[in-house]
């Protein structure tokens, strides 16, 4: 089993910034992929960004060029920092686990609130 603890989630005025942590306990893998989602009311749950193991970093086009994933291994944590936020990134933010080389995510955190007001 592994465990997602998400934190950083708040109120922001639009064009403000946040920083989302997550840190992974447990049985983790010795290489493993971190991703980011988020889900807005009325909404599927979406991609946002997501790490590898080696930092290769992919992200959702809404998001290119205004969040930036990155991870320290030593600290099994990955963090999502948002910048230039806008009211439609408002949403509950999950982090996400998957091994390398499998197809879906594993296992998810509980979700942290982002709300960034107009």
């Known amino acids: 089993q592994v465990q997602l603890v998400e934190s950083g989630g708040g109120l922001v005025q639009a064009g403000g910034s946040l920083r989302l942590s997550c840190a992974a306990s447990g049985r983790t893998a010795s290489t493993y992929i971190m991703g980011w989602f988020r889900q807005a009311p009325g909404k599927e749950r979406e991609f946002v960004a997501a790490?590898?193991?080696?930092?290769?970093?992919y992200y959702a086009d809404s998001v290119k060029g205004r969040f930036t994933i990155s991870r320290d291994n030593a600290k099994n944590t990955v963090y999502l920092q948002m910048n230039s936020l806008k009211p439609e990134d408002t949403a509950v933010y999950y982090c996400?686990?998957?091994?390398?080389?499998?197809?879906?995510?594993?296992?998810w955190g509980q979700g942290t609130q982002v709300t960034v007001s107009s």
């Open positions: 996400a686990y998957k091994r390398t080389g499998v197809r879906d995510y594993e296992y």
């Open positions: 790490v590898t193991w080696s930092y290769v970093t």
